[in-house]
């Protein structure tokens, strides 16, 4: 249990980022640089050794330190995927498996069946900006059909991304906002009505558009991660946006996250503190905050839960 306004707390964060040494091994490559541990003093970061057991120790003795109950852990780059199963696999109570899949990629769809398979995962992020691609694009109807087959959550980051990484380390970041509009979701969604897509940060910017889009479709949720820094593009702030969500969405389909990442700094409380003091200023109740703070992620998740009870022992 976390402390709250409302006292003890049940929390679960949707958005953590699990930076393995695989990920860092990869940027490390991208800056030229010679190994992972390269990268230590130029982020000024912990670099975690080459086992995902520890980094993913390291997380659960933070959530133990935070009363934190669950994470979503996101494995940030495409083919990452083995680090984070293998987290959420042997400590199946505590972590959600997402992973990051460039469907642009010749190998996307193997990849996506592989996951579907493997019960330490539960999740698929997409970020259309950063693989140039549009979520409502014809290639990935396969990909699509089989996390509904699956019970996976869909992830798909829309609005301004920026990621701070790359900035410290000089790498660019040539993205392309015109994939980035939360209404490419719309067909998609009515398509897939089972596959529950999560839209992080309400939108990152584009916030009527994220709530038009969820507004139509019952199947689209928000997170609340990150300090929400594109407020400043509308003058809004923390009690405003989560007062517009929860005036249309109701408090059933916003999902608490932080948006984690990195050690030393590790779980980023100061964002519980922000956001439950704005809900609870709001006059949201006890009831209504355990909805956000840690029920809707259950829920939205016990599909997938349900099935990987049920794979086949091949897959265990
Ligand atoms: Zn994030």
Redo the contacts with the bound molecule.
């Keep these: 249990m976390a402390q709250t306004p409302w006292g003890d707390l049940p929390v679960n964060d949707a958005?953590v980022?699990f930076f393995s040494h695989h990920f860092f091994a990869a940027l490390a490559q991208l800056k030229k640089l010679d190994g992972a541990e390269a990268l230590g003093p130029l982020l000024n970061w912990d670099i975690p050794a080459n086992n995902s057991t520890g980094l993913a120790k390291q997380w659960l003795v933070e959530m133990d330190r935070r009363g934190v109950q669950r994470l979503c852990l996101?494995a940030?780059i495409p083919g990452d995927e083995a680090s984070v199963a293998a987290a959420a696999s042997a400590n199946p109570n505590r972590f959600f498996g997402y992973f990051t899949l460039d469907p642009t990629q010749a190998d996307a769809l193997e990849r996506m069946r592989a996951a579907a398979n493997n019960p330490g995962l539960h999740g698929v992020c997409l970020f259309p900006a950063m693989h140039k691609f549009s979520i409502a694009d014809e290639r990935l109807a396969p990909i699509l059909q089989l996390t509904s087959d699956h019970n996976m959550v869909v992830f798909v980051?829309c609005g301004a991304l920026s990621v701070g990484f790359r900035k410290k380390l000089g790498l660019g970041s040539p993205f392309d906002l015109r994939f980035s509009n939360p209404l490419d979701l719309h067909p998609v969604a009515l398509q897939f009505p089972q596959i529950r897509f999560v839209v992080?940060h309400f939108g990152a910017g584009l916030l009527r558009e994220a709530l038009m889009v969820a507004d139509l479709c019952p199947n689209i949720y928000l997170d609340t991660?990150?300090s929400n820094h594109w407020m400043a593009y509308e003058g809004l702030n923390l009690r405003t946006v989560f007062t517009r969500a929860i005036d249309l969405l109701g408090v059933d389909r916003l999902l608490f996250g932080t948006?984690s990442?990195f050690f030393p700094r590790g779980w980023h409380a100061a964002i519980l503190e922000q956001q439950s003091t704005a809900l609870y200023e709001l006059g949201l109740d006890q009831e209504q905050a355990g909805q956000i703070f840690s029920r809707n992620l259950e829920r939205i998740l016990s599909p997938r839960l349900s099935l990987i009870r049920d794979l086949p022992a091949l897959a265990r």
């Design positions: 958005h980022h996101i940030s980051h992080p991660s990150s948006d990442s």
